[in-house]
């Protein structure tokens, strides 16, 4: 598709449909395991869609879990990400004693997901994982592996499915990538 404002191009990488199945069965694949006093946290903002929709895959699942939300900051302008990760807003919940699944959209360099993780864990959480959409294997900066993974995405910068560049794109049901 073509962007009427821009004129920019967006191919697509991950259709709304091929996303959709692949959640049913991330879904099934974590209810299997029966977690139990299981608190998901969405890391805002990138991972609002994906959340939402893996939520309520969930559900049909069968599961029941507490959700709270954890915003945080990566310094990324544009495209690029600094290096630094910041907390813009903390969780509500206590995760002491608690079994946290964290939501992600991309796992890239892996330096907000390591963040969110050694946050959890000094909070006193009896058990961490994390779901990610996209696992961007090959630009770790620091050794992290997702326990749950949508797709495996080449190094491209993407957008859509709540994914943004300059806050826009999010809205968009697939995930694409911007060709120049
Ligand atoms: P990391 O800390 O380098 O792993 O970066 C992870 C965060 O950077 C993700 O939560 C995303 O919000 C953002 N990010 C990384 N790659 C992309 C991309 O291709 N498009 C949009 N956001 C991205
Ligand atoms: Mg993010």
Known sequence: ??????GLA???IFSADEISERLQALAAEIASK??????VVPILKGSFVFAADLLRALY???LTPEVDFLTLSSYRKSRISSGQVS???????DVHHRHVILIDDV?????TLAFAKDLISARGA???ETCVLLDKRTTRAVSIEPDYCAFTCPDVFVVGYGMDVGHRYRELPFVGRLVD
């Open 1 to 6: 598709m073509s962007d009427t404002k821009t």
């Open 10 to 12: 967006i191919e697509t």
């Open 34 to 39: 029966r977690p139990q006093n299981l608190l």
């Open 60 to 62: 049909a699942a069968g």
């Open 87 to 93: 907390i813009l807003r903390d969780l509500d919940l």
């Open 107 to 111: 796992l890239d360099s892996g330096r």
């Open 126 to 128: 009896e058990k961490i």
